[in-house]
């Protein structure tokens, strides 16, 4: 999740339609500037009991990110706490029961990506050795309850663990038990933005069942392959799931900034401090009738906030956020963005995918995204085949589309190479998660304590 910069306190109150517009149009990017920002998230644990470590316990969150200083971080503090560190490679960060984030910088090509990542995982480790700690790169927790986690000090996780109770189920399992990896793209108009949104919609759960690595949870099989993305079902229907808007003839900025003012609130930011919105209504708080900041209107800081509170497959903000995968090893790190680099930044892939996926209809859109969490690779898509046979044909779009970038490494190797950790797994037909059960059910003779073997980084 966002970690929030402070404000400088100059920020425009909104004063109108228009001005919600804003970040989406000030997006548009001409291509030669589009860059690429992943995301991925980790489960820390303690190498001699397998423990969650707490934020505040010796050699626990806080000192881990205090470690990572000295590497050139910079501490980003929320009250008395750092919550987050800033640097040339993006910024760290705390998910609520302590995954590690790596948010990385803006990068041109997925070469730079895949060594930003490396970077990050040499400096966690070395203060993981120093600390007694390591880094598990799974989708679900597979052996922690909830109660089994500690919070981490963030205010807008107080109230969002508050409110998800109030909306569905499986809310606090997603914040407290899961890890995931996304990709941040460009656009160079509203258009544009709008094809690749379309396309990042279909396809979502080919990568969800790509990267599906949740098998397990309570030291048992849960009967899904992504356990993490059956959640997001589960979570808050109001501000999750495929948006079949997205699909209209009539869709661009202003039909998600529509979307987006009936998204429930969660917080808005006064004096350094959360205040508790969570339920509220955008719409009231534009015409200063919000129940607790009564008289007043929204600044552009808090619009920014608001739009980093919905959670659907794919998110706008002021760039493209793909949502759908698992966390992982280190391969599939540098695979996910390779994987929709491939497909949304050449033209010809882009229309490709399109054209494969726009005659689905939105009921068939919602079947595949419903089924896909506990079949993976097997799930039956529009035209009789499965994701299996979808994944062959996508994966031969994205690599075209990243053999036309023609983005070399010193070696004169393009960036399709990437693929190499998807290919294989369509290849064998079974997603990571198939994988790990049948070492779950061979090998491994029903012990999970192998994950940590395995799994970790």
């Not at 050139?72 to 560190?85: Q, T």
């Not at 995918?353 to 068939?364: L, Q």
Request: proline share 6%; glycine share 8%; net charge negative.
């Amino acid at each position: 999740m966002s970690t929030r910069q402070v404000s400088n306190g100059n920020d425009p109150v909104i004063e109108s339609f228009d001005q919600l517009l804003e970040p989406m149009i000030k997006g548009e990017k001409p291509k030669q500037d589009w860059r690429i920002g992943t995301e991925h998230e980790k489960f820390v644990y303690c190498v001699k009991n397998h423990h969650s470590p707490s934020y505040e316990e010796p050699g626990g969150i806080r000192d881990i990110l205090m470690a990572l200083t000295e590497f050139g971080w910079e501490p980003i503090y929320e009250g008395d706490n750092v919550i987050a560190l800033s640097g040339s490679d993006g910024a760290v960060s705390l998910e609520p029961t302590g995954q590690l984030e790596l948010s990385g910088a803006p990068l041109e090509n997925l070469h730079q990506t895949c060594n930003e990542t490396g970077r990050h995982l040499q400096q966690v480790k070395a203060i993981g050795e120093k600390t007694g700690k390591a880094f598990l790169g799974m989708g679900m927790w597979h052996d922690k309850s909830r109660e089994d986690l500690s919070v981490m000090p963030k205010g807008r996780y107080k109230i969002m663990m508050n409110h998800m109770p109030k909306v569905g189920n499986l809310g606090l399992d997603m914040m407290f038990r899961t890890c995931t990896i996304q990709v941040n793209l460009d656009y160079s108009s509203e258009a544009d933005m709008a094809q690749k949104f379309r396309v990042g919609l279909a396809l979502q759960p080919l990568a969800t069942a790509l990267f599906a690595n949740s098998p397990f949870t309570d030291n048992k099989p849960n009967g899904y392959e992504s356990y993490r993305s059956h959640i997001w079902s589960d979570t808050d229907p109001h501000r999750t799931g495929m948006l079949p808007f997205v699909f209209d003839e009539d869709f661009g900025y202003e039909r998600y900034t529509e979307y987006m003012l009936d998204v429930p609130m969660y917080f808005i930011v006064r004096d350094g401090k959360y205040v508790d919105c969570a339920g509220l209504s955008f719409r009231d708080f534009l015409k200063g009738e919000l129940s607790v900041a009564p008289g007043e209107k929204p600044t552009m800081a808090d619009w920014n906030d608001h739009l980093s509170t919905a959670f659907p497959e794919v998110r706008l903000k002021s760039f493209l956020e793909m949502r759908g995968a698992d966390g992982g090893p280190w391969n599939r790190i540098c695979a996910l963005p390779a994987f929709w680099v491939g497909l949304l930044y050449d033209q010809t892939a882009l229309d490709a995918a399109w054209d494969r996926v726009k005659g689905w209809t939105m009921e068939e859109r919602e079947d595949l995204r419903n089924n896909v969490p506990k079949h993976g690779l097997k799930t039956p898509i529009p035209n009789g085949q499965t994701l299996k046979e979808l994944g062959e044909e996508i994966l031969e779009i994205s690599s075209a589309g990243l053999t036309a970038r023609a983005r070399l490494n010193t070696s004169g190797d393009n960036e399709s190479g990437f693929l190499d950790p998807l290919r294989d797994i369509v290849a064998q037909g079974k997603s990571p998660a198939a994988q790990l059960l049948d070492r779950y059910h061979g090998d491994w003779n029903g012990d999970l304590n192998r994950i940590y073997d395995e799994m970790s980084f």
